[in-house]
Structure formats: C-alpha cells, structure tokens
C-alpha cells in the first residue's frame, strides 16, 4: 500500500523560508515522479512544482519560479520542497503526489497522471 505522508509546513511571515518534506512508501520511489499541489481556500488544487523518476527533470508553475525548488533523496525515499521568498498568496495547504506510471518520461503536471496523495501539509503566510 502506497503511503505519502507530508511535513514541514506552519505559519511564517512574508519573506520567510519553508521545507516541505514528503516521505513514501509502500513501493520503489526511485522508479516513480513526484508533485507537489496546493490548495488555497476557496480555491481549486494548483499544480506546484514536480520532479521525474530520475530526478533529472524539474517542472515549476510559472507563479513559484525561481522561489521554489523541488528535489528527491532516493535514499529516504523522501521528495522535498524548498519554499523561498514566501508570499500571503502561497498560503494553502501543500499535498505531495504520485506518479502513476513508472519511469515516465516527462515531467507531469496534471493531477490526473498521480494516483496517490499524502493528507497534506498547512502553510500559512502572514503580511
């Protein structure tokens, strides 16, 4: 049974740097991208930030770029997302994804290619 659990997220001011974590398990995690999307309130889930099964490739929303970096640690089977340069509109509660289908070969944004979610993680920016 596939797992992701999220952490790392609170309540930071503008400016301010987060470190979202993502740990897996349940099957190999270096055969398999990941995402990272958010959900604002009142708001539909946004593609974030994701990452291939090599880990070779990055894919960004044009709204976190060069703010966010998103990497893997295929050793703690554990997929990471650096938050720089916080702002109020990054606040949301922050969900790590699965890729479906092993060793695809592009970087997928689309939530319906990610078939597994972790319960999600707040973040929260003050002005």
């Known amino acids: 049974q596939v797992q992701l659990v999220e952490s790392g997220g609170g309540l930071v001011q503008a400016g301010g740097s987060l470190r979202l974590s993502c740990a897996a398990s349940g099957r190999t995690f270096s055969s398999y991208g990941m995402g990272w999307f958010r959900q604002a309130p009142g708001k539909e889930r946004e593609f974030v930030a994701a990452?291939?099964?090599?880990?070779?490739?990055?894919y960004y929303a044009d709204s976190v770029k060069g703010r966010f970096t998103i990497a893997s640690d295929n050793a703690k089977n554990t997929v990471y997302l650096q938050i720089n340069s916080l702002k109020p509109d990054d606040t949301g509660v922050y969900y790590c994804a699965g890729d479906q289908a092993p060793y695809r070969r592009y970087v997928a944004a689309a939530p319906h290619t990610y078939a597994y979610w972790g319960q999600g993680t707040q973040v929260t920016v003050s002005s």
């Open positions: 990452i291939n099964w090599s880990g070779s490739s990055t």
